[in-house]
């Protein structure tokens, strides 16, 4: 288990480890306890370990201490996360595990919380937090998963255009049969025609057979494609952005530009 010390606490656990160097045990009453301090580190983001009593050695589930980096990360109100660390984070914070017994925290719980500890940083952070990668972690479970669909399905467009194929393009290409839909053994015999990842090739299914009935019609994947009502793709590599995808208004020009050079970067 993980628990979180004061610079105070931390530094008595290290006298009491080196007291104890010479001894097989970390607690005489307790032979069998073993302790490690760690440091919590942004690049790369891990828990390196400062000290150790001598029977300790480290866990073969790695993902335990990636997993309490990122809690401890949103413990200190940190707002910048990619898509997987909110991904992960969500399915900690609200999905529970198998030996949890209390009911996941609500995205309501989980937004006063952060609140509460953005208030008493001692560091500054953006006044905006409404529009950092953070705020992704208080979506509904609904907006959560239509933010998730819409990244694969811009994703899989981008790729696509790249490669100079347009949805309508990729529909027949993957339609072998030609009866005008698309199963998920279709992804599985043409899929790699396409250059996408494998990973993105499964989630592209799922995100345009929302009802899970594991069939896709042409219709469902150009509406799909078409990232807005009545929108459609109009040319390879451009899309015509939503509404909120626009740039906002009353931005100068040199603003702009800084902001598509920091992208590129």
């Keep these: 288990c993980y628990a979180l010390l004061t ?3 931390a530094e008595l656990i290290r006298i009491a480890l080196h ?3 010479s001894k097989p045990w970390f607690l005489e009453k307790w032979p069998d306890c ?3 301090l760690r440091l919590l580190r942004s690049d790369p983001l891990e828990l390196s370990v400062l000290d150790a009593s001598n029977n300790w050695s480290e866990s073969p589930f790695r993902w335990h201490g990636r997993a309490v980096a990122q809690c401890l990360r949103f413990l200190a109100a940190e707002m910048q996360y990619s898509g997987k660390e909110v991904q992960s984070l969500r399915h900690l914070f609200r999905g529970g595990t198998p030996w949890q017994t209390s009911p996941p925290m609500t995205t309501e719980l989980l937004r006063d919380f952060f609140l509460a500890s953005y208030v008493v940083r001692r560091r500054p952070q953006p006044a905006m937090w409404m529009d950092q990668p953070v705020a992704r972690l208080f979506a509904s479970e609904e907006d959560h998963r239509r933010m998730q669909q819409d990244a694969v399905l811009r994703e899989a467009y981008t790729r696509l255009a790249e490669a100079g194929l347009q949805p309508s393009d990729v529909f027949r290409l993957l339609d072998v049969d030609g009866d005008g839909q698309l199963q998920p053994q279709d992804f599985g015999t043409r899929g790699s025609d396409l250059g996408l ?4 090739v499964v989630r592209l299914f799922q995100a345009v057979d929302e009802g899970g009935h594991n069939v896709i019609s042409a219709s469902d994947w150009l509406t799909a494609f078409s990232f807005g009502e009545g929108e459609q793709p109009s040319a390879a ?3 015509n952005s939503p509404e909120h995808m626009r740039p906002p208004e009353n931005v100068s020009l040199d603003t702009l530009r800084r902001v598509s050079i920091e992208l590129v970067a």
Excluded: H, R, Y
């Design 7 to 9: 610079l105070a606490e």
């Design 237 to 239: 590599g451009e899309v």
């Design 197 to 200: 990842p494998p990973e993105l």
């Design 34 to 36: 073993c302790v490690s």
């Design 19 to 21: 007291t104890q160097i």
